[in-house]
Nanobody
Framework: QVQLVESGGGSVQAGGSLRLSCAASEYSYRTTCMGWFRQAPYRGKQREGVAGFDTDGKPTYAPSVKGRFTISKDSANGTLFLQMNSLKPEDTDMYYC?????????????????WGQGTQVTVSP
């Protein structure tokens, strides 16, 4: 069973930056598509797609993070990253890495069936 492990979360002040990483226990057809989501279940929020790649391999972003966040993948080892700049208090959430066999639908949650445990990001005013 593929496992995803996120790291890099933490607490920062508004305007700060964080870089999240996601490593998979294996890289196979099961991890063809990878993306980032966020959710604050204790606030009753639904899981929101943050960044992913479309079927052409082009990065796609939620409107709320476009221009501030950058998704990338290390072609050598498959590690997924999310560079988050100009962070705002409303970015506070649990961030999850996700993977799926494809096709890749960017930030659509239905395109993924493997989820990490999440890493907490807290942005203070």
């Amino acid at each position: 069973q593929v496992q995803l492990v996120e790291s890099g979360g933490g607490s920062v002040q508004a305007g700060g930056s964080l870089r999240l990483s996601c490593a998979a226990s294996e890289y196979s057809y099961r991890t063809t598509c990878m993306g980032w989501f966020r959710q604050a279940p204790y606030r009753g929020k639904q899981r929101e797609g943050v960044a992913g790649f479309d079927t052409d391999g082009k990065p796609t972003y939620a409107p709320s993070v476009k221009g501030r966040f950058t998704i990338s993948k290390d072609s050598a080892n498959g590690t997924l990253f999310l560079q988050m700049n100009s962070l705002k208090p409303e970015d506070t959430d649990m961030y999850y890495c996700a993977a799926g066999a494809g096709p890749c639908w960017g930030t659509w949650v239905g395109g993924y069936n493997i989820w990490g445990q999440g890493t907490q990001v807290t942005v203070s005013p």
